[in-house]
């Protein structure tokens, strides 16, 4: 054996070493860079961030409130009070509080009471608060329950909710991976080798995204986080099945490893850059979102993608070269000549039932689908309240809940207006709408006027979204108050609004960049027709049951205005993986027989490959769910749920089956649409 065939995948793997030494530790450090805070990701334009721009004049540094409210069910004493006061006091010497809490108030029903500690925005808010519970803690009268909620709250329980995410997140998919790749090689070494090269990609992927939040060249949150180590752990073990696969189609075709590498990374190379590029094509797609989180969700989930396709086209096939026939031990494939056992088996037997009924095969799957799309009306994806995040007991709820119950729930986070000072009081009576406990004039300077209104509704309530917006259009009717609302809800409003906007925006624009990056692999029009309409009816099939699961099962308060434009992101992008997968191959097959013939053909080498991929693309993002955050498990029963359906309906039955019933049509204009027909 030349040394030189030895020297070139050896050379690759030690520098894909080194640079997994070098970037490996970043995956630790990324919760470092994230952002939690919704008023960091509007757009300039939204109403509220003009608000805090103009707050400013006012008091110069941004200001979270963290509400501290005390309850006794038996009435709160003269020494509760007493307590309440000094702790407030002694709070003021914690670094990041920004001044002097307020004084204690009493309930109006004497079982509560309850003060605000300013903690600067700019700073690690999360860090604070957890001092001042620290603090509050310490020396509480007996019978007397002490919490800290309002937005710094909010922001120190999801930063504590994400805390630890890359760790677990790799502990639990990296099991469910090792364990699925266990049933599907029958190998002890293979299932390291695929999960060594997720971990380096990973650790790639996690050196770049941090030197780019780092520097604010993106936006990185605890979502955007979890979703990046998800990302690249599917997709590079996605395209390591889909390489090693073709090894070992290979291997039976030829002694020489080194040949069956090459000839796999040849048969390979294309349709896993056609995948990857059509997720990173989709991902970049978010740019044009309004809200920053998503604009930074798109180029990091890209990096990631880049990151799982440069490993696995480069150090996986560098790594079986070496291994040889023994990464498989020990179930060795069978030496040259032994034929291909892939034609055998449950997917020959699936290709068969395809051949034979094509057309009741794909009238059947559709309905089926179509009985899922009908109760996407049932999807309740019009945002929910801050609180409602969490699935997980957390201070911060338990903490809103004795405030809603003893106070005006929007006590401590009140609604801020800016106004011409010359307009106050018309301003002022503007503002009191329904929903509003009272609006008081707090500051004024360089001839504007700071207002602050008191909301009878948590905060961070749909009801006081809704409050907010009433306020918003009675304030801009006043003439020459050039009146603007902001503050906490308004952020959440304005933040579900911009959400809204790029739902709508964006899904055409990726629907047109996958139909590009079809029409160009496939040489043709209607199969890439014909692979998104099936992308998209399983989309829609896979919300259909996520409303029913969400409402019946889970019994979850709503979702995210943003849930369903992810989760189009991901289950189309990722979904029409498999169908470049099997589309690929069908054309390679239908290019030396024909679209019949090469369909079926297609479908049964590529099977087995392909739904193992959509297995462990699925598991990945169900390890989402151990997050107890409510947007992420939504997405990870969404992603997870139509991965399956995808691989195990769309492309098992539909797309063979159409494609069966139009023939050469398919490939149409291209050459092989005027190939003879295919024997029926």
């Not at 979270?64 to 009070?81: F, H, K, N």
């Not at 978010?286 to 396709?309: K, W």
């Not at 440069?310 to 179930?331: D, E, I, N």
Request: proline fraction near 5%; include cysteine.
């Amino acid at each position: 054996m030349r040394p030189i065939r030895w020297l070139v995948p050896a050379l690759l793997v030690v520098v894909w070493l080194g640079l997994g030494a070098v970037g490996g530790p970043y995956t630790g450090r990324l919760a470092d860079v994230a952002e939690n805070d919704n008023a960091a990701f509007l757009p300039d334009g939204a109403e509220a961030t003009e608000v805090e721009r103009l707050q400013r004049q006012f008091g110069g540094r941004e200001i979270l409130p963290a509400v501290v409210v005390a309850e006794r069910p038996s009435g709160v004493t003269e020494d509760d009070i007493d307590f309440l006061a000094d702790a407030g006091e002694a709070l003021t010497r914690i670094d990041g509080v920004a001044g002097a809490p307020t004084p204690p108030e009493s309930a109006e029903d004497g079982k509560a009471a309850q003060f605000v500690v300013p903690i600067l925005g700019d700073g690690n808010p999360g860090e604070v608060v957890v001092e001042v519970r620290e603090a509050l803690s310490k020396n509480v009268p007996d019978g007397l329950t002490v919490l800290v909620t309002g937005p710094a709250g909010v922001i120190a329980d999801l930063i504590s909710a994400f805390g630890g995410i890359d760790g677990l997140l790799l502990v639990v998919a990296g099991a469910v991976v090792a364990l699925i790749l266990l049933v599907v090689y029958r190998s002890p070494l293979l299932p390291v080798v695929v999960l060594f090269s997720a971990v380096l990609a990973l650790g790639a992927a996690a050196f770049v995204v941090y030197q780019l939040a780092k520097r604010d060249v993106l936006a990185l949150n605890g979502q955007s986080q979890g979703i990046l180590s998800i990302l690249v752990f599917g997709a590079a073990t996605d395209y390591a099945l889909l390489l090693v696969s073709r090894f070992r189609e290979e291997l039976r075709e030829t002694d020489d490893r080194f040949v069956a590498v090459r000839r796999a990374w040849r048969a390979t190379i294309e349709p896993v850059a056609a995948s990857a590029g059509t997720v990173v094509l989709g991902l970049l797609c978010l740019l044009f979102s309004d809200l920053r989180s998503n604009q930074g969700l798109g180029p990091v989930g890209a990096i990631g993608i880049a990151a799982a396709f440069a490993v696995s086209m480069t150090f996986l096939p560098a790594a079986l070269a070496l291994l040889g026939r023994g990464a498989f031990w020990p179930f060795v494939p069978g030496r040259h000549g032994s034929g291909r056992s892939e034609h055998r088996g449950l997917w020959g037997w699936v290709a068969r039932l395809v051949g034979r009924w094509p057309r009741v095969i794909w009238i059947l799957t559709t309905l089926v689908l179509l009985a899922g799309v009908a109760f996407v009306p049932q999807l309740k994806a019009n945002g929910t309240a801050q609180t409602d995040l969490f699935l997980s007991e957390v201070e911060a709820v338990r903490g809103q809940d004795v405030l809603s119950a003893h106070f005006a729930g929007g006590s401590g986070a009140p609604t801020v207006i800016v106004a011409r000072a010359a307009a106050t009081e018309q301003v002022a009576r503007a503002a009191d709408v329904p929903g509003v406990a009272e609006v008081l004039a707090t500051a004024e300077r360089n001839g504007f006027v700071l207002l602050q209104a008191t909301l009878d509704d948590p905060a961070d309530s749909t009801a006081a979204m809704s409050t907010v917006e009433r306020m918003r259009a009675a304030v801009h009717d006043v003439p020459d108050a050039e009146a603007k609302v902001g503050g906490q809800t308004a952020i959440q409003l304005d933040v579900q609004t911009a959400s809204r906007h790029d739902r709508n925006l964006i899904i055409p624009i990726v629907l047109v960049v996958i139909f590009a990056v079809l029409a160009l692999l496939l040489r043709a029009l209607v199969a890439p027709l014909l692979l998104i309409a099936t992308v998209v009816l399983s989309f829609a099939a896979t919300m259909g049951v996520s409303a029913l699961v969400f409402n019946h099962v889970f019994d979850f308060p709503g979702a995210d205005p943003a849930m369903p434009l992810f989760g189009f992101i991901f289950l189309v992008a990722l979904g029409i993986d498999y169908n470049i997968f099997l589309m690929t191959r069908v054309r390679e097959e239908t290019l030396i027989s024909d679209t019949r013939t090469g369909t079926l053909r297609g479908l049964a080498v590529t099977g087995g490959v392909i739904t193992s991929a959509g297995v462990v693309l699925a598991a990945t993002f169900a390890a989402l769910s151990v997050i107890p955050v409510l947007f992420l498990a939504q997405i990870a029963f969404i992603v997870a749920f139509g991965v399956l359906l995808d691989t195990v309906v769309v492309r098992s039955l539909l797309v063979p089956a159409v494609t069966i019933h139009i023939d050469r049509r398919v490939w149409w204009p291209a050459r092989l649409s005027r190939r003879a027909r295919s024997e029926s």
